[in-house]
């Protein structure tokens, strides 16, 4: 009997800690075959599908406010310029699919850049920290991002069509950065001294401040409220006053300090405009991205001014200017090293029409694994409540047998 409540104490023991661990919010949810399945390589590394979806659905979202959401499968043609400088017509949505491969396969190699960067460092995924971090990230992610909600987390990736593999490649990447960021700092690779900072202020940073209109709402001529502004300017406004009217959308600007910034920083179409400028100069209307009040970047005009360095500024906001040096530093390294890489695509990539991508798939082991245990658990538990009760019946029954023989013995 002491055998039986052994096991039924396990058993509650082991439904009890279930629910806690269906708590893990952030346990990997496994991807299909497909999803992991190698498009092509960028050096050493071998990028997967999910990460091409995903780049895929990023590009077509950025060239549709280009071209207009219904361009992939418009039949009107359009004028472009090729590298040479001339110009000839083509149907907008063969354009749209060409230029859609271009940037995703020019693009995809950002990651690897990083990664080869960190490999060269002795720095990978394989080390037990970087594992650490990434675990901890998508834990803060989850509690943030989705109130602590695994299923809300899914139904995003769902939604997305992306998966836990990739997001969790993501922040790897991210890590990978950070610390390759910190080695080069601590080694010496990037001087980061207060005279090397001031200095490469003072030569290479450029101040600006500006006018941002949202291209995102589609129900109204934002081009034409850009071209509104600069003519406002041009008649005398001052960039001040058009910087604290109806036309300034940047929920960033929150001084009149402006943006400091050196190159590979910025947007590259805003920064080539305002490199381009003269002190106090102010550009025309400069189309680049920026950022909406929800955070996401989307495509937007700009009105650009470069003021002149103010030496009280840089005084007071070293630490800041000096990160901003260090970004641009690694930034220089990494679009070095993204000259002499590129991505080769397998047959299975090129046979892919990436106008119609099946959407990763992934099944959430850890999820199924804890129903069956519960299921499992819980029949287990019945089976022996079942034979306890069966063998105190049984035992009561030889009990009362051989009571019944010791009275007709007497």
């Not at 893990?24 to 990028?47: H, M, W, Y």
């Amino acid at each position: 009997m002491k055998k039986y409540i052994r096991i039924l104490a396990a058993l509650l023991a082991l439904l009890l800690i279930i629910p806690s661990l269906i708590s893990c919010n952030s346990q990997p949810i496994k991807a299909s075959k497909n999803s992991l399945r190698a498009v092509g390589t960028v050096g050493d590394f071998e990028v997967k599908y999910e990460e091409l979806y995903f780049l895929v659905q990023l590009y077509r979202d950025e060239l549709d406010l280009i071209y207009g959401e219904n361009a992939a499968t418009s039949s009107e043609k359009i004028t472009v310029e090729k590298e040479n400088g001339e110009t000839s017509e083509v149907v907008l949505s063969e354009h749209y699919a060409n230029e859609l491969r271009s940037r995703v396969y020019e693009n995809i190699i950002s990651n690897y850049s990083v990664l080869a960067l960190a490999k060269d460092a002795g720095l990978t995924f394989d080390d037990k920290a970087v594992e650490d971090e990434i675990q901890s990230k998508l834990d803060h992610m989850i509690e943030e991002d989705f109130e602590g909600s695994r299923s809300a987390y899914k139904d995003f990736l769902k939604d997305k069509g992306m998966t836990d593999d990739y997001v969790r490649f993501s922040l790897g990447v991210d890590v990978l950065y950070a610390s390759l960021l910190s080695y080069y700092i601590e080694s010496g690779v990037i001087d980061d001294s207060d005279s090397t900072v001031r200095t490469a202020v003072d030569e290479e940073f450029i101040r600006t401040w500006h006018i941002m209109i949202l291209n995102e709402d589609k129900d109204r001529d934002n081009k034409g409220l850009a071209e509104e502004a600069l003519e406002k300017i041009n008649g005398g406004a001052s960039m001040y006053e058009m910087i604290g009217s109806k036309y300034n959308e940047d929920f960033l600007l929150t001084t009149l300090d402006g943006y400091y910034f050196t190159k590979g920083v910025m947007d590259e179409a805003y920064e080539k405009a305002a490199y381009e400028l003269e002190i106090n100069g102010i550009s025309g209307i400069v189309e680049s991205v920026g950022q909406n009040a929800a955070g996401t970047q989307v495509s937007c005009y700009y009105i650009i001014q470069r003021l002149p360095i103010e030496k009280t500024y840089v005084d007071k906001n070293l630490e800041a200017l000096r990160n901003t040096y260090r970004e641009a530093e690694i930034y220089e390294m990494i679009e070095n090293l993204r000259g002499n890489i590129s991505f080769k695509p397998n047959d299975y990539c090129n046979s892919l029409d990436l106008m119609n991508l099946e959407k990763p798939r992934q099944t959430d082991v850890f999820v199924i694994t804890v129903v069956a245990s519960v299921v499992v658990g819980a029949c287990l538990l019945v089976a022996t409540v079942w034979l306890i009760i069966y063998s105190y019946k049984k035992k009561l029954s030889k009990r009362a047998e051989r009571t019944a023989l010791e009275r007709k013995v007497k």
